[in-house]
């Protein structure tokens, strides 16, 4: 149980936050500066009420007004007031001045051990290159956030597409991607980016494809593969989430090489755990060791360059250093979005997966924002792309990112539903789609709809035409006239559908 004191203050705290901007600012400000030292003491929580309420509104001019008479708090005789006000200051939306007032005390006022956390904190926040050039008087941690926050504001950092990277480095590069989509782009790896030139495949796993480099390459080789969704230097494994293992590897004269000469500007980079949860703890060590020793390595989750990504191994860790490029230049036409969009990886390996037949009409009957359909004919090879949707918006998205995709193509689409196309029978030669799945928006009857759109695929194909699709439904297909030529287990973003090839049979 607190303390009636801290119960009192923090009742008082839950009132005034309550309030709004102006009944503080215009009532309870003036009353608690005309207060006695002993009352305005119990009445502390208003600093921290006056912090919270105007960062989430207040009016520029007031808000200047108010950090104004924060700064003046600082040098109050009170330490919980001095101490709220400098927790308060960061929230008001940070000028100069402010920085300048929290360095005077810092260095002037000689603090206490929790004064000084809560300084450095605020100056966690809002430090700039005043408070760099009062390095000795930081923490680490404080002096990398500031670093890393003056760098960002500083220099755009841009990860360097175009340099070659030196083969006689060692290292893997892991291709990652949805599990079950292994095989394509393992096959996409084998068939482009210049083959057997670049890259030397090694393993497979679910999800991951294992490569390495045979020669000199750069970023944009590994960016003309779309199969998988990222790619990542592999740094290392480790047997235990140690801070100390994963910085090591993170500054390793490998990882150091690659940060140095693929980074235009100052270098930052995130940490990640994927399935392995936020990890705060960790991160802070992690970031601090690192930048112990390498003081050029400034860790900032903010728009960093570069994820160091953790992930799950067996019964080890592998330590990986992944570009982060955002939105993904691969697939730059996507200007705009429907709610249920295909993952546009998945999409590229649907299109080879269709194949090339030199001459092909396309169908996708459920083209969403019309990823399919543009992958496709990315691929050349087309006559014509047919997209069709129930959703109007859905045509008009498909519409404008076929435009922005630039592909020179003759293109048409429809709005309505699929089953009720004019598609003239025996006139496609392939269809390739991602139905509704029935996750977002419940489906009544969606082996019926899967049927369905076999049974149109039937009619409407050209006998040896093709066709590919997520089915989410496990009832095989009952029209006869198409052949199952191809099944694969895939995730679709947390469940498993089955991602398939059927052909039209002649007779
Ligand atoms: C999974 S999304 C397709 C995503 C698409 N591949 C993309 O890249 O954005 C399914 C689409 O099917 C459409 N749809 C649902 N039922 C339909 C029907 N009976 N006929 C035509 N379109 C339908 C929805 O409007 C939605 O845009």
Known sequence: MKNPSALASKNLYKSLRSLSWHELWTAHVPDFDSQDSSSRSKNAALVRAVGVVFSESGRASEKNQVAAWLRSLLHDSDEKIRRYAMAALPKIGSVAADEEALILVLRSANPEARE?????????????????????????????????????????????LHQAVDSHLNFQINLRGRRGLEKFVRQELEESCRPGEVFDFRAMVPGVVVVTPRSQFCLSDLLSLRCCGTFAFDLGSITKLSAEEIAALITSSTALQLFRSLTQGAIRYRLDFPAMGHQRGLIREIANRTFALCSDLLNDARSAPWVIEIHPKGKQYSVELRPRFSPDPRFSYRKMDVPAASHPPLAACMARLAGNSG??????????????????????????????????DAIQIS?????????????????????????????????????????????????????????????????????????????????????????????????????????????
Request: hydrophobic share 40%.
């Open 399 to 507: 519409r404008s990112n076929l435009e922005a995709s630039q592909i020179p193509v003759n293109a048409d689409f429809f709005h309505g539903d699929f089953r009720h196309t004019n598609l003239t029978p025996n006139s496609v030669s392939q269809i390739i789609t991602n139905p509704p799945m029935g996750r977002r928006v419940p489906i009544p009857n969606l082996e019926g709809l899967i049927q369905d759109l076999f049974d149109t695929a039937a009619r409407v194909l050209i006998p040896g035409g093709t066709l590919v699709f997520a089915n989410p439904v496990a009832p095989q297909n009952l029209n006869k006239r198409l052949a199952l030529d191809l099944t694969e287990r895939i995730d679709l973003g947390g469940f498993d559908v089955q991602l398939q090839r059927y052909i039209k049979t002649t007779k």
């Open 359 to 392: 001459q092909d009409v396309v169908w996708d009957p459920f083209c969403g924002s019309g990823l399919e359909l543009i992958e496709r004919g990315r691929l050349g090879g087309v006559k014509q792309l047919l997209g069709s949707d129930r959703s109007a």
């Open 116 to 160: 000084k956390k809560y300084l450095a904190r605020a100056l966690d926040k809002i430090g700039g290159r005043a408070t760099l050039e009062i390095a000795g008087d930081l923490s680490p941690q404080t002096l990398l956030k500031v670093s890393a926050s003056v760098a960002r504001d500083d220099s755009p950092t841009e990860i360097r």
